[in-house]
């Protein structure tokens, strides 16, 4: 029985059109590195000040698109069909395109963490699933890349996959 749902962002509530050739290029000159992928490890074990930096580049690229989001109607019929379920929101988005897109669309969440709490998807479920005080084996997560299955697999949480 599903207790409490968990929601991906970009690619499975909205569409974020980020120019990610740009941002890693931008991203490369601030740690001074070619191969910075896999990026999420890449940031996660960099010291604080160049973190920092990464996330204020983040932040820009996301922020300069934020007029051109769409939304993807399957993940938001599914956030409108579980309306009376408690409601989380993980993404490695930032906190600032975040706030735009709940206040723009007006969308509710329980708790919302972003890439500022943790950069492991895995993680951010097992904190999101604390916060909506459900077992992990009761929650539905919704997201969109085979990353977000694998995570849900890995903490025990059903899973579905949006296109």
């Given at each position: 029985?599903?207790?409490?749902?968990?929601?991906?962002?970009?690619?499975?509530?909205?569409?974020?059109?980020?120019?990610?050739?740009?941002?890693?290029?931008?991203?490369?000159?601030?740690?001074?590195?070619?191969?910075?992928?896999?990026?999420?490890?890449?940031?996660?074990?960099?010291?604080?000040?160049?973190r920092k930096q990464i996330f204020k580049?983040?932040?820009?690229?996301?922020?300069?698109?934020?007029?051109?989001?769409t939304l993807n109607q399957e993940g938001?019929?599914?956030?409108?069909?579980?309306?009376?379920?408690?409601?989380?929101?993980?993404?490695?988005?930032?906190?600032?395109?975040?706030?735009?897109?709940?206040?723009?669309?007006?969308?509710?969440?329980?708790?919302?963490?972003?890439?500022?709490?943790?950069?492991?998807?895995?993680?951010?479920?097992?904190?999101?699933?604390?916060?909506?005080?459900?077992?992990?084996?009761?929650?539905?997560?919704?997201?969109?890349?085979?990353?977000?299955?694998?995570?849900?697999?890995?903490?025990?949480?059903?899973?579905?996959?949006?296109?």
């Open positions: 029985m599903i207790r409490a749902v968990i929601f991906d962002l970009d690619g499975t509530l909205i569409q974020l059109p980020i120019n990610y050739q740009k941002m890693y290029a931008t991203f490369s000159k601030i740690m001074e590195k070619e191969q910075i992928r896999p990026l999420l490890e890449t940031v996660a074990n960099l010291d604080k000040n160049t580049a983040w932040d820009r690229a996301e922020l300069e698109v934020s007029e051109k989001i938001i019929d599914l956030y409108y069909e579980y309306a009376d379920k408690p409601k989380a929101l993980v993404t490695m988005q930032g906190k600032a395109i975040v706030k735009a897109v709940i206040d723009r669309y007006r969308l509710c969440f329980n708790f919302v963490a972003t890439r500022e709490n943790s950069l492991n998807r895995a993680e951010q479920l097992t904190i999101a699933a604390a916060k909506l005080e459900t077992p992990l084996d009761a929650v539905l997560f919704v997201g969109n890349t085979e990353g977000d299955a694998v995570a849900a697999e890995k903490v025990g949480c059903q899973f579905r996959k949006i296109t």
